[in-house]
């Protein structure tokens, strides 16, 4: 499929509470799909992990030693993280968010992926997170999958009807991993094409753009 010059959205886990893999390969899926020529941005729709009402429990903290949190630690170590992630984000990442589908921008083309997005222990009972990650709301020309994840061996019994009325408008699956091309197959008789993920399509000079040594590695360099 062509897509060369063409506007792409990511769909992806863009986690309130993000993590080092759905961040790499965030930028990994951008990177690759930029370097065919495409204008990508992510679509973000899960709620930000500090809040008002977490900022404010956050502050009193610091100030009072109150302990609204577990513990001092937590508050201090969870902050500083996810503020660091939010710095990537807004660096690397190309993104808006919606909270809602009548939100989403028009584009040229879908991208699901990669990340487990096919897990449905992440959807939380929230119909927003069931319509983007099976792109309900997106024309079937319009879908493109990029190696997405079901994060099982098999499906909720449940889930099973869901995903097998949703993946049938796909033109073409491809998955992560052989236990999810065995899943696309048993539910629709399609065959996925099982792909690589993303991070591992870029080079290691690719990555060395982006990465940073700790603070503590630098000190350690500059004291020899």
Not at 117 to 138: E, G
Not at 190 to 211: C, F, H, Q, R, Y
Request: proline letters at 5%.
């Amino acid at each position: 499929m062509e897509i060369n010059e063409k506007k792409v959205a990511i769909i992806t886990i863009y986690d309130p509470n993000p993590n080092y893999g759905n961040r790499i390969q965030n930028y990994a899926t951008q990177t690759v799909l930029e370097k065919m020529g495409c204008n990508v941005s992510t679509i973000s729709f899960e709620r930000k992990l500090f809040t008002g009402k977490h900022r404010l429990k956050y502050y009193i903290h610091i100030v009072t030693g109150f302990r609204l949190a577990k513990s001092k630690l937590q508050w201090k170590t969870l902050r500083m993280r996810t503020k660091s992630f939010y710095k990537f984000n807004r660096r690397y990442i190309k993104s808006y968010h919606i909270k809602k589908l009548a939100n989403i921008k028009p584009v040229d083309y879908y991208v699901i992926g990669s990340d487990q997005v096919w897990n449905p222990q992440w959807y939380d009972n929230c119909a927003l997170k069931k319509d983007m990650f099976l792109l309900t709301f997106a024309p079937p020309e319009k879908k493109i999958c990029f190696a997405p994840s079901f994060g099982v061996e098999k499906l909720p019994k449940e889930w099973e009807a869901w995903f097998q009325e949703n993946l049938k408008t796909f033109p073409g699956i491809s998955v992560r991993e052989e236990a999810g091309a065995k899943i696309v197959k048993e539910l629709t008789g399609k065959k996925a094409e099982v792909l690589i993920d993303p991070t591992l399509m870029l080079n290691g000079k690719e990555w060395e753009k982006i990465s940073q040594k700790p603070k503590a590695f630098k000190r350690s360099e500059e004291r020899r």
